[in-house]
């Protein structure tokens, strides 16, 4: 139970599309309830099965706990379903077969290394190019760029609402509980996930069509607001229709058999009560040492006094950022943001100004409030640049690497550009990037848990671009003097006034 609230804290926080969790985890104990797994464990009918899984769920406890990896906590949890399955053995014809508890439990082993921040990205560029044929059909003149469907009338961003994936999980998350609850074969819960999945992706497509087509002919904007809202929950119950219709589909085709599959012909003997206890205290052991580790930090931030000035005034969106008409040398151009730039074109919600300095000139972006640290690298790689060189580094007065310096390229449009970026909290701190090699990654989430006094909140993202920028010492020292004194400038306008309520990222 500890590594599942391990598990479905870090969800919680930090992975979004999986907030569907309590469907899934009703499901668990609904059925581990209902069929009597948790009184298997005093006599497991497959002993040899159920104590090898049992020790490799307290170890892979253990090593989640110590590295402070809600990923290890997911996967041992779902060792200790394998488990409960091993005890129960054979089920009854009435009672969900032996892959349905360590099946749902996989919903609750969060992605590691935000790795669902990927599958957000691959699924809205495949919507977005799958929809391209329809749009053909639907004789809609467009462009695709990466995530974005260029028409004369809008330029439409898949941002990582539309990419399908929150609909694509509990899709998937359906079809097993439809197979667990119907007592469907292993291979029948597979095809219907597979089917699922597809499902959703067509879907999604058809609905990315039906925004755009009700706007070309129609003039209906249903891309924002309340029918947008009403939009994707037409499709998510056409989705769940779909599923529950593959079900009986899959049913018919396999033509299966309401009887369980397999036999267990090697049951062993129960276990020894000496062995039950060995278990049961190695396990309250490990449940007693993953409270502490989990626990400590939090108990030792509220011991912490609360830091960040307490500000007073609430500027209005419109001129919240306003950048001044000068920064170390360079000269703004004009008095509002631009409206058509390099970064305005990348789908991300911000304010961007052109700066000017001889011969050069730079966009200067500052991102609305984002919930937690927001990767900007995801956006730019959504809308088809390729990275050619990252450095981190830190600018003068910082101690940590707060600079990430990116080298880019995009083929389609045969540009290249240099990109600075820092990130700050609502506080005006200048936030440091994670480091990019694994192991250097955990060691320093494992200080942080106990050295940070909590997780931060808003954050603001500031966006320094050169396009086609001239490769040589001079015209890089002017770029890093314009992103400190903007970072300065924006750090200021956050320490002076209360930021504005976090938004996520389109």
């Given at each position: 139970?500890?590594?599942?609230?391990?598990?479905?804290?870090?969800?919680?926080?930090?992975?979004?599309?999986?907030?569907?969790?309590?469907?899934?985890?009703?499901?668990?104990?609904?059925?581990?309830k209902r069929d009597g797994l948790f009184?298997?464990?005093?006599?497991?009918?497959?002993?040899?099965?159920?104590?090898?899984?049992?020790?490799?769920?307290?170890?892979?406890?253990?090593?989640?706990?110590?590295?402070?990896?809600?990923?290890?906590?997911?996967?041992?949890?779902?060792?200790?379903?394998?488990?409960?399955?091993?005890?129960?053995?054979?089920?009854?014809?009435?009672?969900?077969?032996?892959?349905?508890?360590?099946?749902?439990?996989?919903?609750?082993?969060?992605?590691?290394?935000?790795?669902?921040?990927?599958?957000?990205?691959?699924?809205?560029?495949?919507?977005?190019?799958?929809?391209?044929?329809?749009?053909?059909?639907?004789?809609?003149?467009?462009?695709?760029?990466?995530?974005?469907?260029?028409?004369?009338?809008?330029?439409?961003?898949?941002?990582?609402?539309?990419?399908?994936?929150?609909?694509?999980?509990?899709?998937?998350?359906?079809?097993?509980?439809?197979?667990?609850?119907?007592?469907?074969?292993?291979?029948?819960?597979?095809?219907?996930?597979?089917?699922?999945?597809?499902?959703?992706?067509?879907?999604?497509?058809?609905?990315?069509?039906?925004?755009?087509?009700?706007?070309?002919?129609?003039?209906?904007?249903?891309?924002?607001?309340?029918?947008?809202?009403?939009?994707?929950?037409?499709?998510?119950?056409?989705?769940?229709?779909?599923?529950?219709?593959?079900?009986?589909?899959?049913?018919?085709?396999?033509?299966?058999?309401?009887?369980?599959?397999?036999?267990?012909?090697?049951?062993?003997?129960?276990?020894?009560?000496?062995?039950?206890?060995?278990?049961?205290?190695?396990?309250?052991?490990?449940?007693?040492?993953?409270?502490?580790?989990?626990?400590?930090?939090?108990?030792?931030?509220?011991?912490?006094?609360?830091?960040?000035?307490?500000?007073?005034?609430?500027?209005?969106?419109?001129?919240?950022?306003?950048?001044?008409?000068?920064?170390?040398?360079?000269?703004?151009?004009?008095?509002?943001?631009?409206?058509?730039?390099?970064?305005?074109?990348?789908?991300?919600?911000?304010?961007?100004?052109?700066?000017?300095?001889?011969?050069?000139?730079?966009?200067?972006?500052?991102?609305?409030?984002?919930?937690?640290?927001?990767?900007?690298?995801?956006?730019y790689s959504g809308q088809g640049w390729?990275?050619?060189?990252?450095?981190?580094?830190?600018?003068?007065?910082?101690?940590?690497?707060?600079?990430?310096?990116?080298?880019?390229?995009?083929?389609?449009?045969?540009?290249?550009?240099?990109?600075?970026?820092?990130?700050?909290?609502?506080?005006?701190?200048?936030?440091?990037?994670?480091?990019?090699?694994?192991?250097?990654?955990?060691?320093?989430?494992?200080?942080?848990?106990?050295?940070?006094?909590?997780?931060?909140?808003?954050?603001?993202?500031?966006?320094?671009?050169?396009?086609?920028?001239?490769?040589?010492?001079?015209?890089?020292?002017?770029?890093t003097e314009l992103l400190a004194e903007?970072?300065?400038?924006?750090?200021?306008?956050?320490?002076?006034?209360?930021?504005?309520?976090?938004?996520?990222?389109?």
């Amino acid at each position: 139970m500890v590594c599942l609230f391990f598990a479905l804290q870090e969800i919680w926080v930090r992975h979004p599309a999986y907030h569907f969790f309590p469907l899934p985890l009703v499901a668990w104990f609904w059925l581990a309830k209902r069929d009597g797994l948790f009184r298997a464990v005093a006599f497991p009918q497959h002993s040899a099965a159920f104590s090898w899984l049992s020790a490799c769920h307290l170890l892979l406890a253990l090593m989640a706990f110590v590295l402070i990896s809600p990923f290890l906590a997911g996967l041992a949890f779902v060792l200790s379903s394998a488990a409960l399955a091993a005890a129960k053995g054979k089920p009854a014809d009435h009672e969900a077969p032996t892959w349905s508890l360590p099946a749902l439990a996989l919903f609750f082993v969060p992605p590691p290394m935000m790795l669902d921040q990927q599958v957000h990205q691959v699924l809205a560029g495949l919507a977005a190019r799958l929809s391209q044929g329809w749009l053909d059909t639907m004789q809609v003149l467009h462009v695709v760029q990466g995530t974005i469907v260029a028409t004369p009338e809008k330029r439409f961003f898949v941002d990582d609402a539309c990419s399908g994936t929150n609909t694509m999980l509990v899709a998937i998350c359906v079809a097993v509980i439809i197979s667990s609850f119907n007592k469907r074969s292993w291979i029948h819960a597979l095809l219907l996930i597979v089917s699922a999945g597809l499902i959703s992706v067509a879907s999604n497509v058809l609905r990315i069509c039906v925004v755009i087509g009700s706007l070309h002919y129609w003039r209906l904007e249903l891309d924002q607001g309340m029918a947008h809202e009403a939009l994707g929950v037409v499709f998510f119950v056409l989705d769940l229709l779909l599923v529950g219709s593959a079900d009986h589909g899959w049913h018919f085709i396999l033509n299966s058999s309401p009887g369980k599959e397999g036999t267990d012909m090697h049951a062993g003997p129960a276990a020894p009560p000496l062995a039950n206890r060995l278990l049961g205290g190695l396990s309250f052991g490990v449940a007693v040492i993953g409270m502490t580790l989990l626990l400590g930090p939090e108990l030792l931030a509220l011991s912490r006094p609360a830091g960040g000035p307490v500000a007073a005034n609430v500027l209005t969106e419109a001129d919240e950022f306003q950048l001044p008409e000068e920064l170390a040398g360079w000269v703004r151009e004009g008095d509002k943001p631009v409206e058509d730039s390099m970064i305005g074109n990348l789908g991300v919600r911000n304010q961007v100004w052109l700066y000017r300095k001889g011969g050069q000139e730079a966009f200067v972006a500052v991102n609305f409030p984002f919930l937690g640290f927001h990767d900007t690298r995801l956006c730019y790689s959504g809308q088809g640049w390729q990275f050619q060189k990252q450095v981190d580094g830190a600018l003068p007065g910082d101690t940590q690497n707060t600079v990430r310096f990116l080298e880019m390229n995009q083929p389609t449009e045969l540009a290249s550009a240099q990109l600075w970026l820092s990130v700050l909290d609502e506080h005006g701190t200048a936030q440091a990037f994670e480091s990019e090699k694994p192991l250097d990654r955990m060691s320093e989430r494992l200080l942080s848990r106990w050295s940070n006094p909590g997780p931060v909140s808003n954050t603001y993202v500031l966006q320094i671009m050169s396009v086609e920028p001239e490769n040589d010492s001079r015209a890089h020292s002017a770029l890093t003097e314009l992103l400190a004194e903007a970072r300065n400038r924006l750090s200021q306008a956050l320490v002076n006034h209360r930021p504005q309520a976090g938004k996520e990222s389109e």
